[in-house]
């Protein structure tokens, strides 16, 4: 059964930095386009960053762009989200998502992926 498994979130105080971990079981994650979604309680969830299974290339948001960084480690099978300099307004629980590539370019809506993992809360308070 393919499964997406994160962690890495906590507390943090503004200026400090996350790194998140996605591991992906039961899939490779060749062949899939990969995202992060974010999601405030009464707000929808919002795509911050994902990349394209055929090349690799890696979008933003603009709230994120030149901040947090995607990677993905095929030796481990494992997505990351690098997140520098934290804001409190990143406060958010966080999503990795993966969907099996069968266009060329990832995107930001919520209905393309069909495998989620289960959340990370991320808070950013003094």
């Known amino acids: 059964q393919a499964q997406l498994v994160s962690s890495g979130g906590g507390l943090v105080q503004p200026g400090g930095s996350l790194r998140l971990s996605c591991v992906a079981s039961?899939?490779?994650?060749?062949?899939?386009?990969i995202a992060w979604f974010r999601q405030i309680p009464g707000t929808e969830r919002e795509g911050i960053s994902c990349?394209?299974?055929?090349?690799?290339?890696?979008y933003y948001v603009d709230s994120v762009q030149g901040r947090f960084t995607l990677s993905k480690n095929v030796a481990n099978n494992t997505v990351y989200l690098q997140m520098p300099s934290l804001r409190p307004g990143d406060t958010a629980v966080y999503y990795c998502?993966?969907?099996?590539?069968?266009?060329?370019?990832?995107?930001?809506?919520?209905?393309?992926?069909?495998?989620w993992g289960q959340g990370t809360q991320v808070t950013v308070s003094s």
């Open positions: 990349m394209s299974s055929n090349n690799g290339d890696t």
């Open positions: 998502a993966a969907h099996r590539a069968t266009f060329s370019m990832c995107d930001f809506s919520t209905n393309t992926y069909d495998i």
């Open positions: 039961g899939f490779i994650l060749d062949g899939y386009h």
